[in-house]
């Protein structure tokens, strides 16, 4: 079955990196792009961009440009979420989530299906 | 920047029905998309391009779209129905995606 299998949980000191990863299995990896989700504790879900799995163009969301930066291993069908100069506020669970729209007369729908475990990533010195 | 408004909470007996709302802008050009999720658990799609239910989703899951706002109606809830919802959707350009808040059904 399509599955996603997320990196285990992080805990990281201000300023330090730290790097997620997002194993897909069940599909061609390829096929589909990947989208990175962020949700702080007991906060919603914020969209921070995805990535073409095909050419490995990244797209970031707002807020989510300078020291974030998505990339791929197509060869082990993972993507990544490098995060560096990490900050308290960094604090939060981390998911992938594999597109599962598609595009037609100009405009693109897109959805989410499925989404991978969720990663904890904590920030604290 | 674009925003999709649910209600906080919804409170609902059992065996009643659930309705959440969703509203924004952009909504009459864009289809909206609904997630499930409960505590420590990741999110799960219900309901996608507005009132379409993936495979596996119990039939008392539907959505619908009117306007600028897309619902999500859950018909004789359920004890595990209990979570919270997030619509999904786009801004008009399909530039970005946008999540609501998020709206905590709560099951009396």
């Known amino acids: 079955q399509v599955q996603l299998v997320q990196s285990g949980s992080e805990l990281k000191k201000p300023g330090a990196s730290v790097k997620v990863s997002c194993k897909a299995s069940?599909?061609?990896?390829?096929?589909?792009?990947m989208n990175w989700v962020r949700q702080a504790p007991g906060q919603g879900l914020e969209w921070m961009g995805w990535?073409?799995?095909?050419?490995?163009?990244?797209t970031y969301a707002q807020g989510f440009t300078g020291r974030f930066v998505f990339s791929l291993d197509t060869s082990v069908s993972t993507s990544y979420l490098q995060i560096s100069s990490l900050k308290a506020e960094d604090t939060a669970v981390y998911y992938c989530a594999r597109s599962a729209g598609y595009c037609s007369g100009g405009s693109c729908y897109d959805w989410f299906d499925p989404w991978g475990q969720g990663t904890l990533v904590t920030v604290s010195s | 920047s674009y925003e999709l408004t649910q209600p906080p909470s919804v409170s609902v007996s059992p065996g009643q029905t659930a309705r959440i709302t969703c509203s924004g802008d952009?909504?009459?050009?864009?289809?909206g998309y609904w997630y499930q999720q409960k505590p420590g658990q990741a999110p799960v799609l219900v309901i996608y391009?507005?009132?379409e239910r993936p495979s596996g989703i119990p039939e008392r899951f539907s959505g619908s779209s009117s306007g600028t706002t897309v619902t999500l109606t859950i018909s004789g809830v359920q004890a595990e129905d209990e979570a919270d919802y997030y619509c999904?959707?786009?801004?008009?350009?399909?530039?970005?995606?946008?999540f609501g808040g998020g709206t905590k059904l709560t099951v009396l």
């Open positions: 069940g599909y061609t990896f390829t096929s589909y792009a």
């Open positions: 952009a909504l009459p050009k864009q289809y």
């Open positions: 990535i073409n799995t095909n050419t490995g163009n990244p």
């Open positions: 999904q959707s786009a801004d008009s350009s399909s530039t970005y995606v946008v």
């Open positions: 391009k507005d009132s």
